[in-house]
């Protein structure tokens, strides 16, 4: 190998990664104080190949089986990288390929009605059973709200879902719009507590099916309706909207367009709560192998390119709330349950695409542990005094709502 043990000679300055390459030759990077793996790289091409574009060609390589753990598994490669993370920017290709990236943005995430449709169905159309498995059992594949570190992965989506319907403020009889609805738990949990009535739209089919079915099973199909609709076409006037994990999708282009499409379907005085993952810094790039395998035209928009489509929007913002390690919690027991159920993954999906989700979901506790991703909750109104001047009815909301969730 040439490149390889160039660019990692540069970039691993803490912790222990052990390189053995084609032909058997073994290098060693690092101090050895911290994260420790140890990889095979079986394929000769992946030297140059991994100097063109670092980030997209090892998850590639990870995939194809031409990088092999050896010591530790893909995660334990992964604190390495991210403890060595600035020194690995540094690199002259990934100068390059965020630079293209940065110029590209606006054109890779520019989500039209039919290309928003495509996105969405390359993600969630895949198959419910990945989801069933890995998710908890409402199949919440957002982030969730971890007030105990040790309480389970259903408690805290739970608890997600207890926070938002909180500083929602509902009161019985609203009309209620969720922009993303995904498998229908948020609009289902808020029907069955706060008796409001709950339109759901999605652009996954799989997602709509499991929606309505569980809409039926429950007893809520006259609170809750689920249409396959883009946000953009959605008709009616709401006294709250809710999204949570649907700005991902928007795309920079779109985001004016997006808190318009808010404020048009709010009442006089409704409230809207936006959850979406974000980044502590300026606007930036969607990862390439993100980008290329797990969410095409997807982009975590940062907090200030977000609020000013909010300000030209004519909404008040009410509140901003920013979740830091919940979701690394969260991948890691999503990476849990989908480890553990590999046998029954197995006669479904190949071994690549088994590899892709592992890589995808080490890789995103990883940015949410070390780097600089992060979640937001954006609580927006149509008037000023669309909720009481201090935080304290959150807390009250949350008891009301904890007390009537056995009856659930």
């Known amino acids: 190998m040439r490149f390889l043990p160039k660019l990692l000679a540069k970039a691993v300055r803490k912790g222990r990664l052990t390189v053995t390459g084609p032909q058997g030759e073994v290098h060693t990077f690092g101090d050895g104080d911290g994260p420790h793996a140890a990889i095979r790289i079986t394929d000769r091409t992946f030297d140059w190949r991994i100097f063109l574009n670092p980030e997209l060609n090892a998850g590639e390589a990870f995939m194809d089986g031409a990088l092999v753990m050896e010591q530790g598994d893909i995660y334990d490669l992964m604190e390495v990288f991210f403890v060595n993370k600035r020194h690995f920017n540094a690199t002259p290709s990934q100068i390059f390929w965020r630079g293209l990236a940065r110029r590209g943005r606006r054109l890779l995430t520019y989500n039209t009605l039919s290309r928003a449709l495509s996105n969405a169905q390359a993600h969630y159309d895949i198959g419910n059973d990945l989801y069933r498995l890995m998710l908890d059992a409402d199949m919440q594949y957002s982030c969730g709200y971890w007030a105990d570190g040790a309480q389970s992965l259903e408690a805290a989506q739970t608890a997600k879902?207890?926070?938002?319907?909180?500083?929602?403020?509902?009161?019985?009889?609203?009309?209620?719009l969720d922009i993303g609805c995904g498998w229908g738990g948020m609009a289902l949990y808020?029907?069955?507590?706060?008796?409001?009535?709950?339109?759901?739209?999605?652009?996954?089919?799989?997602?709509?099916?499991?929606?309505?079915?569980?809409?039926?099973?429950?007893?809520?199909?006259?609170?809750?309706?689920?249409?396959?609709?883009?946000?953009?076409?959605?008709?009616?006037?709401?006294?709250?909207?809710?999204?949570?994990?649907?700005?991902?999708?928007?795309?920079?282009?779109?985001?004016?367009?997006?808190?318009?499409?808010?404020?048009?379907?709010?009442?006089?005085?409704?409230?809207?709560?936006?959850?979406?993952?974000?980044?502590?810094?300026?606007?930036?790039?969607?990862?390439?192998?993100?980008?290329?395998?797990?969410?095409?035209?997807?982009y975590s928009p940062a907090l200030s390119e977000t609020m000013a489509a909010v300000e030209t929007s004519g909404l008040w913002t009410l509140d901003v709330e920013i979740w830091r390690l919940h979701y690394a919690q969260t991948l890691r027991a999503w990476r849990e349950r989908f480890l553990a159920a590999q046998d029954r993954l197995r006669a479904r999906y190949d071994a690549r695409f088994r590899r892709m989700w592992d890589f995808y979901l080490a890789g995103c506790e990883g940015s949410f542990r070390y780097g600089g991703t992060t979640v937001f909750q954006l609580q927006l109104g149509a008037a000023r005094d669309a909720v009481a001047l201090t935080r304290d009815y959150i807390a009250e909301n949350k008891a009301a709502l904890l007390a009537r969730e056995p009856d659930v």
């Open 161 to 176: 879902k207890r926070h938002i319907a909180a500083k929602l403020d509902l009161k019985p009889g609203q009309r209620v």
């Open 190 to 298: 808020l029907a069955a507590i706060a008796d409001v009535e709950v339109v759901g739209v999605t652009l996954a089919e799989e997602q709509l099916k499991i929606a309505r079915a569980r809409a039926a099973a429950a007893g809520l199909s006259h609170r809750v309706r689920f249409e396959l609709c883009d946000y953009r076409k959605v008709e009616g006037v709401f006294d709250r909207v809710v999204s949570v994990g649907m700005l991902e999708h928007v795309g920079v282009d779109q985001l004016g367009t997006y808190f318009l499409t808010v404020r048009d379907h709010l009442a006089l005085d409704g409230v809207a709560l936006i959850h979406s993952v974000s980044r502590k810094g300026p606007p930036g790039v969607t990862g390439p192998f993100i980008r290329k395998h797990i969410f095409p035209g997807g």
